[in-house]
């Protein structure tokens, strides 16, 4: 069964446009953008484009890509002093000469859109609740509970550990009871991990590296990888034409995860702005 991404996302996407229409101002999110790489550019225009659908404020702030450590952690403070914004985002990656962490802490963690702030990372893998959880793994678990699929007691193997996904959605499953592996680059015979999962979760960016082979008979397959062929096809981790009939479920790249990911953005977007206006 095709796991439809698009569709849930976008009954997501109608629930929050009305839960929008009922506030008395409109929740704000403050993307910042340094450079001009062209797939940032690409997400940092559909995040404004859907953020504007329903009915929020988006702002895009561009900045040069020589734009300084001090420059850029300025922007992020007078986001995090400003009322009016709610949720901030800095696109990632940044120029080479940025320290990305440093920039990521300095985000206020009650206006961390992204879930990357220490603090929101760290309540997430202690169990605690945090302001806000990084978007494509909340996307991911999202999908499963959308077609009932178990995560209590199953095995799991997430593969790649990135903080953006890999290391976020294993916290996520652990705190929903699941057995979670973590393969990556150096892992040994990673297809003999594979193939005893009863779901498999890639997080690569590696185009078709997922054949059948690599999966157990009527496991669960979700592709949260996204890397272009030389003709500018969307290609994910996995060959789903030729896992498609082994598994019991699995998402299509494009139409799958991409999706989720925008719809949770924006329903924690939704949500900061809740709690900032609880704490006034
Ligand atoms: N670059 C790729 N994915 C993401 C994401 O989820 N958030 C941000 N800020 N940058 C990204």
């Given at each position: 069964m095709i796991i439809d991404g698009k569709k849930i996302a976008q009954e997501i996407l109608l629930y929050l446009k009305d839960e929008v229409q009922k506030l008395d101002t409109k929740p704000t999110i403050a993307v910042i953008i340094v450079g001009q790489n062209p797939s940032s550019k690409i997400y940092v225009n559909l995040k404004q484009k859907k953020a504007i659908e329903l009915g929020m404020n988006s702002i895009v702030i561009e900045m040069q890509k020589d734009t300084t450590q001090k420059e850029l952690e300025d922007k992020i403070d007078e986001l995090n002093q400003n009322p009016e914004i709610n949720a901030i985002l800095v696109q990632l990656p940044l120029p080479k000469h940025l320290d990305t962490y440093k920039i990521i802490e300095k985000i206020d963690p009650i206006k961390d859109v992204d879930g990357f702030h220490p603090q929101n990372v760290g309540r997430l893998s202690i169990g605690l609740e945090p302001y806000s959880t990084s978007c494509t793994p909340k996307g991911v678990i999202r999908l499963l509970d959308a077609y009932n699929i178990d995560i209590e007691s199953k095995n799991i193997v997430i593969i790649g550990r990135s903080n953006i996904v890999g290391k976020p959605l294993a916290s996520m499953l652990l705190a929903r009871n699941a057995t979670v592996t973590v393969a990556h680059s150096k892992t040994l015979n990673i297809r003999a991990i594979t193939q005893r999962a009863d779901i498999v979760i890639a997080a690569v960016?590696?185009?078709?590296?997922?054949?059948?082979?690599?999966i157990k008979d009527k496991a669960v397959v979700i592709d949260v990888g996204i890397s272009k062929s030389p003709e500018g096809k969307l290609l994910g981790d996995v060959d789903f034409e030729s896992v498609k009939d082994k598994a019991s479920y699995i998402t299509p790249v494009p139409g799958g995860v991409g999706p989720m990911t925008i719809a949770m953005l924006l329903e924690n977007t939704l949500h900061l702005y809740n709690l900032q206006k609880e704490q006034k």
């Open positions: 960016g590696s185009a078709h590296l997922i054949d059948s082979d690599w």
